[in-house]
């Protein structure tokens, strides 16, 4: 499909520990168009992260590996090119940013410095150029008196304008790709709208497509224009996001948007939860990952794993059971 | 405050500064201004919910009420004794009505202690049963928190992050007492994760008419679990009223603010919705802002904001806002 700009099939990635192997991601494949904002949305350890990571072959190996899978870009495997093409592509082609501003900055270099590096690396320019583009870079992500700052260092900055520095930094050498992961997580609520809504104003600006990774289903439904939803190394839902939101089929989708309390709650009503707890998956499954928490769950989950089939266009759910009737699909 | 008896807690500008040393004869430089004035009432067997973000002072506020630390003025009324009053034994005899429930259920709990111990330590320490007392008792509790008995003598690391809240929670109930501080108590947890604490944490005050201090920086959990809502701002309370009144018709900007900043997990809600959003960061509670602590990010703050504190006024009935500006929302 030449319209696509990320095209990933069958991504498998699996992390040799004490206790055996865990299977972090089993056999995913989605695709990213040109401009489009994808959500990618799970709980912790369904394989969200595990699965960019990947992409991007930033997995620490050992233990990680990725064991089965193409990731094409510009008619290039990225899981097969060489360590320095790889190199070339990330923070240039694709980049990423990470949950924890503090701990992906490097506290004993300055700001000027780290924002320099990748522009010096991957474009080629003089250290002169590179501050000059580093300054306008962060007065476009709206930080005051940007020229004085990049002297500073990552503590001397809020947690809100080190995550801006982080965005700053990926957008510098015009990335197609971003990969955000969690960005907001670990900033307040109002500095998390600040984040989003400029996040939101410079892939207008820019035009480059948006992987958001998070958990907060809130944030994904104003950002995405499409949403996969992941659950123990799997895809099990994938819609365009009004779709999703107004006709979620799998039971996970649906428990886990019955399980948020909503700030425009408008009665008093039960939560509904979900049983259990995610698994951690120490042999790739046979059968369906969520069968053991799943109340819609029947004979045949406990047979055979569901594949992703589609249910309406652009809909897929891998599930044996529709949950509009109860019965088998 | 219409039924005093009624009212189980009060808690009267209360104020908690942390001082700060510096130098070498450690003279003292300044003070965080954690909690500056802080004053509400709990009625039995309500939720105030106390929302607000990091570093606001809502944490300090619910470890200042149990005494955690002594507070630099106020008074803290429990079922008409002034707990700041109260030293050594009469305290600790009063510690057993008010128990906390903290954020993060992998660092409250010690690993060296099987969850049998655990639970069971509040009844040693304040000596109300003999072995095998204790040992039917923490069977009940873990029954009442929906965990098997059988696991007893397991140890807090072979369980998950809900279980271990469902284990803080026990502990929490050993004694028995009427008011619990739920500190953030699901900010640690998974989304699925977090609907099964909030519903036994209302089974349980149903179960129990317990009276809870929910302090959360979710706006949405605090909605659901809270009958009323306290929104707290840099060590001040900024606006304090019904749940519903707080949610449906905000009068103080940064409740306006806060409110808009929430996503929805629906997007067409979502798309209509009329967003605010605040320019800056939280100010440093080392050094507040002169007269309101909100003026630096308030979208209608005038020359008044920063000579004269506003005054913490009742706009409509129970409902209080500090805000020299808010007539402008009422209606």
Known sequence: MPDLLLDVQGLETTFKTPDGVVHAVNGVSFGLKEGETLGVVGESGCGKTVTMMSVLRLIQSPPGKIVAGKAFFFGQDLLQISNEDIRHVRGAQISMIFQDPMTSLNPVLTIGYQMEEPLILHIGMSQKQARTRAAELLGMVGLPNAKERLNDYPHQFSGGMRQRV????????????????????????????QITDLVKRLRDELGMAIIWITHDLGIVAGLAQRVIVMYGGYIIEEAPVRELYANPRHPYTLGLLGSLPRVDEKEHTRLFSIEGQPPVLYQKPEVCPFAPRCKWAIEHCWKENPMLESVAPEHRIACWVDTKTGRAL | MADENNVLLRVENLVMHFPIYRGVIGRQVGAVHAVDGVSFTVKRGETLGLVGESGCGKTTTGRTILRLYKPTAGNIVFD?????????????QMRRKLQMIFQDPYASLNPRMTISDIIGEPLIVYNVANAKEIQE??????????????????????????????????????????????????????????AQVINLLEDLQKQFNLTYLFIAHDLSVV???S??????YLGVIAEMASRDEVYKSPLHPYTQALLSAVPIPDPVEDAKRKRTILEGDVPSPVNPPSGC??????PIAKQICSEQKPEFRELRPDHFVACHFADQFVN
């Open chain 1, 166 to 193: 982080m965005i700053a930094m990926a957008l510098s050498c015009s990335p197609q790709i971003l990969i955000a992961d969690e960005p907001t997580t670990a900033l307040d609520v109002t500095i998390q709208a």
């Open chain 2, 80 to 92: 008409g004794v002034d707990l700041v009053k109260l030293k050594g034994e009469e305290m600790r």
């Open chain 2, 137 to 194: 008792r923490v069977e009940h509790l873990l029954e009442i928190v929906k965990l098997n008995p059988a696991f007893a003598n397991r140890y807090p690391h072979e369980f998950s992050g809900g279980q271990r809240q469902r284990i803080g929670v026990a502990r929490a109930l050993a004694l028995q007492p009427s008011f619990i501080v739920c500190d953030e108590p699901i900010s640690a947890l998974d989304v699925s994760i977090q």
């Open chain 2, 223 to 225: 909605r659901h679990i």
């Open chain 2, 227 to 232: 009958d009323r809502v306290a929104v707290m």
């Open chain 2, 293 to 298: 602590h909100f003026r630096t990010r308030c």
